[in-house]
């Protein structure tokens, strides 16, 4: 009887600890539940919020392709107005500016057999800006249709003999004006021959019209950064003041308006423009009387923006 009696007491005493540890590990198991959902709750909310992200980026894409589109079709018109102003000035522009400049040449020089100073200056003034709104006329088309130049294939070229043609091409001029060019190495680039032929020209030739009253020093040379190759044309002319810095690369963006200096204010607007196309940039350093430098960069992977 007392051998029983301690029997169940000892299986009452197993029963109640086996109940302790299965309520611990349900209230274990319901700790574990409510984390669960506490993080089921929390993903939940990210999933609508993604949801909504997702809608909202939707609808922004789809805004933003609309205005796009919109802008695609504002672009295709202004280039359909630009060819029709090119054929406009092509064909029906510079034919009255050459007759004005050919009457005017002809009053001139019957004035100057007659004696008649202040006519044959009347007549001198209006024939130079005939011919002066005749070369701005040749430069704007030749500028709206610089995209097209572009057309032609980029090529693997040795600057150096881009700029031994232009050298050639500018000999009397250099001779004249008794200035130097000084090309450093140089590295193969990608770039539109055409294009870099004449960006190179315009920046010896803005360089030698601003000269100083002493001998003319053109250094050309080229460095590599943040994988574009950095040109460089230094020069020991006049300067120009940075103040100018936006305006020297806009159409007609001439620095003087004297006359003292020729041109037609598009040299430096075609060099941006070649830039742009060549997905480069353009910008100078200068002081005044300490010469200027112009900068312009080309990417080592080059595709045209034609």
């Avoid at 169940?8 to 309520?23: A, F, G, M, P, V």
């Avoid at 589109?69 to 107005?81: A, E, G, V």
């Avoid at 003999?161 to 680039?189: C, F, R, Y």
């Avoid at 200027?292 to 990417?299: A, E, G, K, R």
Wanted: proline share 2%; net charge neutral; aromatic share 10%.
């Amino acid at each position: 009887m007392i051998k029983g009696s301690g029997f169940y007491n000892q299986e009452e005493s197993w029963n109640d600890t086996s109940l302790k540890e299965l309520k611990e590990i349900n209230k274990e198991l319901q700790k574990q539940i409510n984390i669960l959902k506490t993080k089921e709750s929390h993903y939940r909310e990210q999933i609508n919020q993604l949801s909504f992200n997702k809608k909202s980026i939707e609808t922004r894409l789809d805004y933003h392709t609309h205005k796009l589109m919109k802008q695609r079709k504002k672009c295709q018109m202004l280039t359909s107005d630009l060819e029709d102003f090119y054929y406009a000035a092509s064909h029906h522009l510079k034919t009255p500016i050459r007759n004005i400049s050919s009457f005017a040449q002809l009053l001139q020089k019957g004035y100057e057999e007659k004696s008649n100073t202040k006519e044959v200056e009347f007549m001198d003034f209006v024939a130079s800006n005939a011919q002066h709104l005749n070369a701005l006329l040749e430069d704007l088309l030749f500028y709206i249709t610089l995209s097209d130049q572009a057309e032609s294939s980029t090529t693997t070229i040795l600057p150096e003999e881009v700029l031994a043609v232009v050298k050639m091409e500018l000999e009397s001029l250099l001779k004249e004006t008794g200035s130097q060019v000084i090309i450093n190495d140089l590295p193969l680039v990608k770039a539109n021959p055409f294009l870099m032929q004449l960006l190179f020209k315009e920046l010896i030739e803005n360089a030698i019209k601003f000269r100083r009253d002493q001998p003319l020093t053109i250094t050309i040379e080229a460095s590599y950064r943040d994988n574009h190759h950095v040109f460089s044309i230094k020069d020991n002319g006049m300067g120009l003041s940075e103040n100018y810095a936006d305006k020297v690369f806009m159409l007609f963006g001439k620095l003087d308006n004297s006359g003292k200096f020729p041109g037609t204010g598009l040299g430096l607007a075609l060099c941006r423009k070649i830039m742009e196309l060549h997905r480069g940039q353009i910008w100078y350093h200068s002081k005044r009387k300490d010469g200027t430098t112009f900068y312009f960069t080309l990417p080592d992977h080059l595709l045209i923006a034609c």
